[in-house]
C-alpha cells in the first residue's frame, strides 16, 4: 500500500534491512529474516522485536523507499558500496508480501522514473513524487471500501480460519478481520482480531500455546481508544468484569469505528428494534458488511452536522473550493450530496457552510475548464443565485448523478417559478405582520391540482392564520421606544447580512450569522429563520395539504395520547395572553394531536406541550408543526420515547463535558450525574421551562442554528457562573435550588415585550435582591469559553456513552428478570420452634426475621425498585418489627401488603411517608447513599394550571386548598408524624423515583416526580427561612411547630410581607431546619394526575402469588435434584 511520505533514518534502520532493487530514485527492501530458507532463528528475533517495540503499526516485511541523488544508501545489488551525501529518506509504500510491493515498484518504473530525469533540482524531484503518492493514497482511500471485494480469496481463507477456529453457528456472519496484539498484563499476544455481527474474537498461537478469546457485543460496557506504560495508542475493550487492550493495528483509527459501529448496532437491536430506525441495509445482521458499517458512520456525521433528515442517504463526498462572494475568493471545503441536498462546509470550522435543497435548484452546468478554474460546475438556484464549484474530481460522473437526481426530486414535488420582471425582490414573500418590521422573504411555492387547492382552502379556516404573538402582543412597561429602537437596530442589521449572504434556506452560513443568533433574533423574523435554520421549511414546501389531512384525520379521535394532550393543554405557558383563550389551546391541541397521529411510536411526551407553544408564538401553525417534526425526529434523535435514551446517552456526554471543562466543579461534586439529572430538563424543553421566557427563545434561536451543541455549551456557561456556590452547596436539594434561583433571574434587556411572570418567583420570596443576568452576556460566554466542541467531537461522545447507556439498560432487564426470578425465602433448614407459637391467634402463629422477609418481599411486593428493593424491604422489616425483637408476625406483613395492594392513595403515601422517617430510615451507610444508578431528577415546570374558560390558579392556591381539606379530614385521635428532613425527603422521592422504573408511564411519570420534588424543597426553603425568624408573632411561631397547618392558614404559604418585620433579612446561619410534612407532601403528589394514576391503579395480587409459588416450587426442586447428584457422587 502507498504511503503518506515519511523521512526515514537509514543509519542504524540498515541492520533490520535488506536492499532488494535499487535505481536512481528508488529502493526497493526486504525486511531481515523474512523470505530466507535459512533466516529462521533471524526471522523469529525481528518478529519478536517488532511485536514488542513498534508502538505504531505492525511492521510490513517489503517497503519502497524515495532517494535523491547524493543521498547515501548500501546497496549490494547497484554498486556494492557507500555511497556519500544525506543520510534521510523517504518511505513511500509497503507491501506484505512481494507481488504486492513488485505492483508498486513496476508502476513507479513506468510512470515516473523517466519523468523524474527532467527535474534540475532534487528538492523538485522529492515535491513531484510525494505530491504523487499523497494523489495515489487519496484514489486508493476512496477506494478502499471495496477491496474485500476485490481480494475475496483472502477474506474467504479467513472466514474458514474463524468458523473453524470458534465453531459459531452458521448465522454468525464474519465482517472483517485484523491482524494485531493482544495484551494480557504486560506481555502483548501477536494474533488475529475478528469482528463478527455478535462477537469480538481474538486468535493467537505463540511458541505452542493457543490462546481464544471471545466477547460478545451485548457484554462490552465501554469502548475507548487509551493508552497504556508501553503503547500510545490502544483499543481497550471493558466488560463487567475484565479490560483488553488491542494495539499494533495497520489502521487503528478504522478499526475502531468499525468496533463502534458494530456494539451500536447490535445493542440497539437486542435493546429495543421498533424504537431505532435502522438503516435498511442493517436491519438484516446476516448481510452486514464492512462497507455497510463505514457508510451508516458516514451518513449519521452526514445527517447530524447539516441536521437533516434521517431518511437522507450520502451518495459522495468530495473535495472541492466554493466561491464565496462576501470573500470574494474561493474557499476550499469539501461537497457531499445525498438523495435531496447538495452540501458545502469549509475546511476551516466556521466559515462557510451552504445547504442547497435540490428542490430548490434550477440547473447543474459544467463550464470551461481553465487553468484558474479547473473542473468547475455552477448550481443554479430558483432565487436567481448561483454557486460555483471548482476543483472536483470526476466531474463528468458527478454532474450526472446530481442532474438524475434533480430530475427526480422534480418529478416528485413540481415547482412554480414566478417569471415576473422583479421577481427577486416583490414575487411571492414572507411578510411579516410585526409592526416594526418591512422586512421580506420570497416564499416557495408548490403546483398542486385544482382538487388539493379547494381542499386546502375548505381546512384553511380550521388553522391559524398567523404567529400567535401577532394576535396577543404584549406592550413593555418599561421604556417601551427604548425597547423598539433595539428591535430596529437587530432587523437593519439582519437585511443587511441577507443582502450580503442571502436570505434563503440557501444562504452562506458563516460566523457572522452565529454572532447575530447569539445577539438574539429579532421577534419579527424569529420563525422564518427557525423554518430556515432548521430546513423544516423544505419539509413544509414538499407536503402541501398533509398537515391540514393529519388534522382532518385526527380530530375527534379520543385515546389515551389525546387524554394525557388535554390534560396538559391549559399547563402550556398559562402565563401568556396567547394561551389564556381558546385561539391559543385550540392551535396548541391541532399540532400536538397531529404529530401524535403522524408519529405514533412517539406520540406525545410532557415536554413537547412547553416546546410547541413557543413554536406557535412565532410561527405559523403548520410552520409550528413541521418545526417540531425537525426537533423531535432528527435535531433531539430518541429523546421523545418512553426510555429517553437520546436525553440519556445526552446526561452522560454533558458529565464528560463538566469534567473536562470544569474539573474543580467535577471534583468537588463526588457523584456528577447529579448535576447531569437536573440538567435534564436544560435538555428537553431547551431551556424553556426553567428560564424567563423572553429569555429561553434566545437559547432556542441559538439550538436552532448550531443544534445541541449549544444547549451544551450554554449548560456549562450556567454551572461555571455558579461553580463557586455549588462547590459549597450540601446536597443535591441545595444545589438545585441555587441553579433554579440563578435561572429564573437571567433577562433579556432586549426584548420588546414585557418580562413574563416567572414560575419560580412566588417560592424562592428572596428577602434581598438577587443579580440579574442578561441572557446576551451569558449566551456570548458560552460561546467563547466552550464553543470548541465540533459536531463531529459530540457525534463521537454520543457514540461512546450510547454504548454505556444501552448496556445499562439491558442489564437492568437481567437484573429485574433475576429478581423476579429468585428462590424462595427460605434457602437453608432453619430451627422452625422459635417461629411457631401455635399458643398465638392464628394470623400471629408464624414468625421470619429479616433475610426471609427480604425473599419474600422481593416476591409479592408490587413496590418493586430495582437494586433499592432491598432496601426498601429492610426499612419495611424495621417499620413493622414494633418490639424490635428482629422478627415479624404474618399478620404484620399482610396488613402492610393490603395497604401496597388495596390502600387508598394517602394511605399508601402515608406508609412511603413513614419508610422514610425514623425508626425506618437509619443513619446507617446502606439508606444514606443509595444504591441507584441515577439520582433524583429535577426539573421544572410553570406552577400555575391553566383553566379552559381562560383563567389561572397558581400551585399556592391549589396546594392551600388541599392542605385544609386534609386537615379536616385528619383523625384527631391519630398520632401525629414527625416533620421529614431534607435528607429523608432525598431518599423518599428516590424511592419514588426507582418505583416508576420500566413503567408504561415511565417518562411522564419521571416528570411529574421532578415537578413535585421542585415544589417540595420549595415550600422545605420557605418554611425555613420562616421558622428562622426571630420576629415573627407567636401565632405564627406556633403554626411553624405543628406538624400540620390548620385548616385557615399554612405556614409555608403565610404572607411574609405583612408586617416590617418579616422583610427584615436574616443571615444563613440563623436559618431553622428545612422540613416537610406529610400534608404538604400528598397535597403536592395529587396536583399531577399521572401520580395519583399510578398509585390509584388496580393491582393483581393472584398473579403475583402464583409466580412466588412456581419459583419456590422450581428452586426446591433444582436444589433436591443437586443434593441427590451430590450424594450419588459421595457414595461412589
Known amino acids: 500500500m502507498w504511503l503518506k511520505p515519511e523521512e526515514v533514518l537509514l543509519k542504524n534502520a540498515l541492520k533490520l534491512w535488506v536492499t532488494q532493487k535499487s535505481s536512481c530514485y528508488f529502493i526497493l527492501q526486504r525486511r531481515r529474516g523474512h523470505g530466507e530458507g535459512g533466516g529462521r532463528l533471524t526471522g523469529r528475533l525481528v518478529g519478536a522485536l517488532d511485536a514488542v517495540l513498534d508502538s505504531n503499526a505492525r511492521v510490513a516485511p517489503f517497503r519502497i523507499l524515495l532517494q535523491v541523488p547524493g543521498s547515501q544508501v548500501y546497496s549490494p545489488i547497484a554498486c556494492g558500496e557507500l555511497l556519500n551525501g544525506s543520510d534521510v529518506y523517504w518511505a513511500i509504500a509497503t507491501g506484505a508480501t512481494l507481488e504486492e510491493i513488485n505492483q508498486h515498484w513496476d508502476w513507479l518504473e513506468q510512470n515516473l522514473l523517466h519523468t523524474l530525469s527532467v527535474f534540475d533540482n532534487k528538492d523538485d524531484i522529492a515535491s513531484f513524487v510525494k505530491g504523487k503518492v499523497k494523489a ?224 430548490e435548484v434550477v440547473s447543474i452546468e459544467k463550464m470551461e475548464d481553465t487553468s484558474l478554474l479547473p473542473n468547475p460546475i455552477i448550481v443554479s438556484i430558483r432565487s436567481k443565485v448561483a454557486f460555483q464549484f471548482i476543483e472536483l474530481r470526476d466531474r463528468d460522473s458527478l454532474v450526472e448523478a446530481l442532474l438524475m437526481r434533480l430530475k427526480q426530486v422534480h418529478a416528485n414535488h413540481p415547482v412554480h417559478y414566478n417569471t415576473s420582471a422583479d421577481d427577486d425582490m416583490a414575487s411571492p414573500v414572507f411578510h411579516s405582520t410585526s409592526m416594526c418590521s418591512d422586512h421580506r422573504f420570497e416564499d416557495l411555492e408548490m403546483v398542486s391540482s385544482p382538487n388539493s387547492e379547494e381542499s386546502e382552502k375548505e381546512k384553511s379556516p380550521l388553522l391559524h392564520p398567523d404567529a400567535l404573538f401577532t394576535a396577543f402582543q404584549q406592550s413593555g412597561s418599561q421604556s417601551p ?66 398537515y391540514g389531512n393529519l388534522v382532518e384525520e385526527s380530530l375527534g379521535k379520543c385515546c389515551l395520547v389525546t387524554e394525557e394532550i388535554e390534560r396538559d393543554l391549559h399547563r402550556s405557558l398559562p402565563e401568556h395572553p396567547a394561551f389564556q383563550n381558546e385561539t391559543g389551546i385550540a392551535a396548541l391541541r391541532r399540532v400536538l394531536t397531529a404529530y401524535a397521529h403522524r408519529n405514533p411510536r412517539i406520540g406525545y411526551c410532557q415536554s413537547m406541550n412547553i416546546l410547541t407553544s413557543v413554536l406557535l408564538l412565532y410561527a405559523k401553525e403548520e410552520e409550528a408543526f413541521w418545526l417540531l417534526v425537525a426537533v423531535c425526529e432528527r435535531m433531539l434523535p430518541d429523546y421523545f420515547n418512553h426510555r429517553v435514551i437520546g436525553a440519556q446517552v445526552d446526561q452522560s456526554v454533558f458529565e464528560e463535558l463538566i469534567k473536562g471543562h470544569l474539573p474543580e466543579l467535577a471534583e468537588h461534586m463526588n457523584d456528577l450525574s447529579a448535576l447531569a439529572s437536573i440538567s435534564l430538563s436544560w435538555f428537553l424543553t431547551l431551556f424553556l421551562s426553567i428560564m424567563p421566557l423572553e429569555s429561553a427563545v434566545n437559547v432556542v434561536d441559538c439550538f436552532f442554528y448550531d443544534g445541541i451543541k449549544a444547549i451544551f455549551q450554554l449548560g456549562l456557561a450556567v454551572l461555571e457562573a455558579n461553580a463557586e456556590d455549588l462547590c459549597s452547596s450540601k446536597d443535591d436539594g441545595q444545589a438545585l435550588m441555587i441553579l433554579s434561583r440563578f435561572l429564573d433571574h437571567i433577562k433579556n434587556e432586549d426584548s420588546p415585550g414585557p418580562p413574563v411572570g416567572s414560575h419560580h418567583t412566588f417560592f424562592s420570596d428572596d428577602q434581598e435582591p438577587y443579580p440579574v443576568t442578561d441572557i446576551a452576556d451569558l449566551i456570548r460566554d458560552s460561546y467563547e469559553k466552550f464553543g470548541d466542541q465540533s459536531v463531529e467531537q459530540i457525534e463521537h461522545l454520543r457514540y461512546k456513552h450510547r454504548i454505556r447507556v444501552l448496556q445499562g439498560h439491558e442489564d437492568t432487564t437481567k437484573q429485574n428478570v433475576r429478581e423476579h426470578m429468585m428462590s424462595c425465602y427460605w434457602e437453608q433448614p432453619r430451627p422452625v420452634a422459635p417461629r411457631h407459637d401455635p399458643s398465638r391467634p392464628y394470623a400471629e402463629q408464624y414468625r421470619i426475621d429479616a433475610r426471609q422477609f427480604a425473599h419474600l418481599f422481593q416476591l409479592v411486593s408490587p413496590w418493586t425498585c430495582g437494586a433499592h428493593t432491598e432496601i426498601l424491604a429492610e426499612r419495611t422489616f424495621r417499620l413493622l418489627d414494633d418490639n424490635m425483637d428482629q422478627l415479624i408476625e404474618f399478620k404484620a406483613f399482610v396488613s402492610c401488603l393490603d395497604i401496597m395492594y388495596n390502600g387508598e392513595m394517602n394511605e399508601k403515601i402515608k406508609l412511603l411517608y413513614r419508610l422514610h422517617i425514623p425508626p425506618a430510615l437509619t443513619e446507617n451507610d446502606r439508606d444514606s447513599q443509595s444504591p441507584l444508578k441515577n439520582p433524583l431528577l429535577s426539573t421544572s415546570r410553570p406552577l400555575v394550571f391553566g383553566k379552559p374558560n381562560g383563567g389561572a390558579v397558581d400551585y399556592q392556591k391549589q396546594l392551600k386548598q388541599m392542605i385544609k381539606d386534609l386537615a379536616k379530614e385528619k383523625d384527631k385521635t391519630e398520632k401525629e408524624l414527625p416533620k421529614m428532613s431534607q435528607r429523608e425527603f432525598i431518599q423518599f422521592c428516590k424511592t419514588l423515583y426507582s418505583m416508576f422504573h420500566e413503567d408504561p408511564e415511565e417518562n411522564d411519570l419521571y416528570q411529574a416526580i421532578a415537578t413535585v420534588t421542585t415544589l417540595l424543597l420549595q415550600i422545605g426553603e420557605v418554611g425555613q427561612r420562616s421558622s428562622s425568624s426571630g420576629s415573627c408573632s407567636q401565632e405564627h411561631g406556633e403554626e411553624l411547630r405543628a406538624s400540620a397547618p390548620s385548616p385557615e392558614q399554612d405556614s409555608v404559604f403565610v404572607d411574609t410581607g405583612k408586617t416590617p418585620q418579616d422583610s427584615q433579612v436574616f443571615p444563613e446561619e440563623a436559618e431553622g431546619d428545612w422540613t416537610v410534612s406529610l400534608e404538604h407532601i400528598l397535597a403536592s403528589l395529587l396536583t399531577e394526575q399521572s401520580l395519583v394514576n399510578f398509585f390509584e391503579k388496580p393491582l393483581d395480587m393472584k398473579s403475583k402469588l402464583e409466580n412466588a409459588k412456581i419459583n419456590q416450587y422450581n428452586l426446591k426442586t433444582l436444589e433436591m435434584s443437586q443434593s441427590q447428584s451430590e450424594l450419588k457422587l459421595s457414595n461412589w
Open 136 to 359: 495515489l493514497i487519496a484514489e486508493e482511500t476512496s477506494s478502499r471500501l471495496a477491496e474485500q471485494e476485490e481480494e475475496p480469496e483472502k477474506f474467504r481463507e479467513a472466514l474458514v480460519k474463524f468458523e473453524a477456529r470458534f465453531n459459531f453457528p452458521e448465522a454468525e456472519k464474519l465482517v472483517t478481520y485484523y491482524s494485531c496484539c493482544c495484551w494480557k498484563g504486560r506481555v502483548p499476544r501477536q494474533g488475529w482480531l475478528y469482528l463478527s455481527i455478535n462477537h469480538l474474537c481474538f486468535y493467537s498461537f505463540f511458541l505452542g500455546k493457543e490462546l481464544k478469546l471471545v466477547v460478545p457485543w451485548v457484554d462490552i460496557q465501554k469502548l475507548e481508544r487509551t493508552s497504556n506504560v508501553f503503547l500510545t495508542d490502544t483499543i481497550r475493550i471493558t466488560t463487567q468484569n475484565k479490560e483488553r487492550d488491542f494495539s499494533m493495528f495497520l489502521n487503528l483509527d478504522e478499526v475502531f469505528k468499525v468496533m463502534e459501529q458494530l456494539a451500536d448496532v447490535t445493542l440497539r437491536r437486542l435493546l429495543d428494534n421498533e424504537i431505532f430506525d435502522l438503516d435498511p441495509d442493517l436491519q438484516e445482521p446476516s448481510q452486514i458488511t464492512k462497507r455497510d458499517l463505514e457508510a451508516r458512520a458516514q451518513n449519521e456525521f452526514f445527517r447530524a452536522f447539516f441536521r437533516l433528515p434521517r431518511k437522507e442517504k450520502l451518495h459522495a463526498v468530495m473535495d472541492c473550493s466554493l466561491w464565496t462572494p462576501f470573500s470574494r475568493c474561493h474557499t476550499a471545503g469539501r461537497m457531499f450530496t445525498s438523495d435531496s441536498y447538495i452540501c458545502f462546509a469549509s475546511r476551516e470550522d466556521g466559515c462557510c457552510k451552504v445547504v442547497l435543497p435540490l428542490r
Open 481 to 546: 421606544d427604548s425597547r423598539m429602537s433595539r428591535e430596529q437596530i437587530k432587523i437593519s442589521l439582519w437585511n443587511d447580512h441577507f443582502m450580503e449572504y442571502g436570505r434563503t434556506v440557501c444562504m452562506f452560513r458563516t460566523e457572522k450569522i452565529r454572532k447575530l443568533v447569539a445577539m438574539g433574533i429579532p421577534e419579527s423574523l424569529r420563525g422564518r429563520l427557525w423554518l430556515l435554520f432548521s430546513d423544516a421549511v423544505t419539509d413544509l414546501a414538499s407536503h402541501p395539504g398533509y
